[in-house]
């Protein structure tokens, strides 16, 4: 392995692109990032991703080595260092970069760096624990396991994978509790009214959103967890009358059924958390909490039920049969490093209830 002195081009790996770079692209696709949170781009490069999100109200700031050195390095809800410690030869530099980024954030990094199936076909000089490009760049390309490794043990917290070669890895563990609970909502529809009731006709405007939460949690929810739960309140008496309603209006079945969805979510949810040291009751978000008392009843009988699904899904040939007939992700020869991506495409669910039945 080469490790020589040879002058390395780094302005060079800073490329221009017309839409967000990936790991800014997953930050919007999962809720990330918003006009209520700041983002700093650590290592921003030529910057398109901050005029993109500015164009969006999302306030935002960067700083890059080359091209806004003379910027300055700003605490943030949400800290990227995206393609950075991928094109950085020195491994002490690289890591001194990526607990920079660290401690700039309050909540939440996102890391992306170059992965080994990205690289190119053809041959390439072997450079410190990378590779020179033909450009005179270096690059260090990843696999999966090995970045989520690297991640968790400089920065010392869960790397939660995004996409391939992009991880979160939160501060905050109730934040990171309730990101990866998201992951196993599936979307439902409002069901549709079966009948006009005057009633429902006259107090539709508070209504609406009632429903649209009760499709969200799959339970009553709670004062606080819809807007206009205090006017509900106050015209029919309690959330429960006005649910009562709801289901004379759109009929009960539909209700029950996504309530069976959502029991089974957080199932799903519970049984995974085995894998990441399962944190304790108080450590859940309140609503996660909610869900487990309406749901479940208890965190022990909880714990149990997803500890039964959890060891009834290690069936092979049933895991195989149920990757075959999904309906999302895709099939690649390389279906080991494709599954380490983690619960996306075809691993994302492999319908793990289908497996356990």
């Known amino acids: ?55 969006m109200d999302i306030r935002c700031d960067g700083w890059d080595p080359m091209f806004r050195s003379d910027a300055k390095k700003r605490r943030a809800d949400v800290v990227n260092i995206g393609y950075v410690i991928n094109v950085i030869e020195h491994v002490n530099e690289r890591t001194a970069a990526l607990r920079a980024a660290w401690d700039l954030c309050e909540n939440l990094l996102v890391v992306a760096a170059q992965v080994e199936f990205a690289a190119p076909d053809k041959e390439q000089a072997e450079f410190a624990d990378g590779v020179l490009t033909s450009r005179g760049t270096f690059q260090k390309y990843y696999n999966q396991h090995e970045l989520r490794a690297y991640l968790e043990s400089e920065l010392g917290g869960d790397a939660i994978p995004a996409a391939p070669g992009v991880f979160y890895v939160f501060k905050d563990e109730s934040a990171k509790q309730q990101f990866i609970s998201t992951r196993y909502h599936r979307r439902i529809s409002v069901p549709r009214r079966r009948i006009s009731e005057v009633l429902f006709e006259q107090n539709q405007d508070v209504l609406q959103p009632m429903m649209e939460a009760l499709t969200r949690l799959g339970r009553l929810p709670g004062p606080g967890e819809f ?3 205090a006017e509900v309140i106050e015209r029919l008496g309690s959330l429960k009358r006005a649910f009562a309603l709801i289901r004379r209006v759109t009929d009960e079945e539909p209700w029950e059924e996504i309530a069976q969805r959502r029991e089974e979510d957080l199932l799903i949810y519970l049984a995974l958390s085995r894998f990441q040291h399962r944190p304790k009751l108080s450590q859940l978000p309140l609503s996660i ?11 022990q009988t909880a714990c149990a039920r997803a500890d039964v699904l959890l060891f009834r899904a290690g069936d092979p040939d049933a895991i195989d049969a149920a990757c075959q007939q999904a309906d999302a992700g895709q099939l690649v020869d390389n279906a080991q490093e494709a599954d380490s991506v983690g619960l996306h495409g075809v691993a994302r669910r492999v319908d793990w209830l289908s497996i356990a039945a």
């Open 289 to 299: 909490q909610r869900d487990i008392k309406s749901f479940l009843g208890s965190y």
């Open 227 to 229: 807007a206009s739960a």
């Open 1 to 55: 392995m080469t490790t020589n002195t040879k002058k390395i081009a780094r302005h060079k790996t800073a490329i221009r692109r017309p839409s967000f770079s990936r790991p800014i692209a997953c930050l919007l696709r999962d809720g990330l990032v918003d006009s209520s949170k700041t983002l700093f781009d650590y290592g921003c490069g030529h910057g398109q991703d901050l005029e993109l999100l500015s164009d």
